[in-house]
C-alpha cells in the first residue's frame, strides 16, 4: 500500500514576495476563497499557458479588486497601509492568484514576466523544445497500414456508390 507524506511537509503554504523593499507573506487562502479565485480565473489561467496576456477586462474594477483581495488576504490591507502603488499592488495579487491556481512555479514565471507576455514566450519555447527533443521513434507518427479489405474501407465504399 502507499505511503504518504504529510501535506504540511509538501506544500507551499505561504508566497514571499519582495515589494519595495519589503517582504509579503501571503498565506494560503481558505479552501471556500481559493475555489471561489479557481472560478473566477479559469480563462486567464488559460491564458497565461498559452503565453498570451491575461485579458483583465473581463473583471469590472469592482471584481479585480475582490479577486486581489481574495488573493492577497492580510496582505491586501498591509500593502495599503504601507502606501505601495497600485501597479505593485495589482501585480502582486495576480502573481498570488497564479500561485494559487497552478503552484509556485507559474507564479514565478509571472513574477519575472512583469506583465509582459512577450518575457515569457522563451519559457514558452524552452517547453515546446523540450517536448519535441524526446526520442524520434516514441515521439514519431506511425505511417497509415493498408485498409484493403477491412470492413471500415467497404463501408465506405457502398456508401460512395449510394450517393
Known amino acids: 500500500m502507499a505511503q504518504f507524506g504529510a501535506l504540511d511537509e509538501l506544500f507551499d503554504e505561504a508566497l514571499d514576495l519582495p515589494v519595495k523593499g519589503r517582504v509579503y507573506h501571503i498565506p494560503s487562502p481558505p479552501a471556500e476563497d ?15 499557458d498559452g503565453g498570451e496576456a ?18 492577497l488576504g492580510p496582505v491586501y490591507d498591509e500593502m495599503l497601509a504601507d502606501g505601495v502603488e497600485w501597479v505593485w499592488l495589482r501585480h502582486a495579487g495576480l502573481t498570488a492568484m497564479f500561485w494559487i491556481i497552478n503552484g509556485l512555479a507559474a507564479a514565478e514565471d509571472y513574477w519575472k514576466a512583469a506583465r509582459d507576455p512577450s518575457r515569457l514566450a522563451p ?11 524526446g526520442s524520434a521513434a516514441a515521439k514519431s507518427t506511425r505511417s497509415r497500414g493498408s485498409t484493403s479489405g477491412t470492413s471500415a474501407r467497404k463501408a465506405g465504399k457502398s456508401a460512395r456508390k449510394t450517393a
Do not use: M, P
Open 54 to 71: 491575461v485579458d483583465t477586462t473581463l473583471l469590472d474594477d469592482a471584481e479585480e479588486l475582490d479577486l486581489l483581495r481574495l488573493c
Open 34 to 48: 481559493g475555489l471561489r479565485v479557481q472560478r473566477i480565473t479559469t480563462l486567464a489561467a488559460r491564458l497565461l
Open 123 to 133: 519559457n514558452r519555447a524552452a517547453r515546446r523544445t523540450a517536448k519535441k527533443s
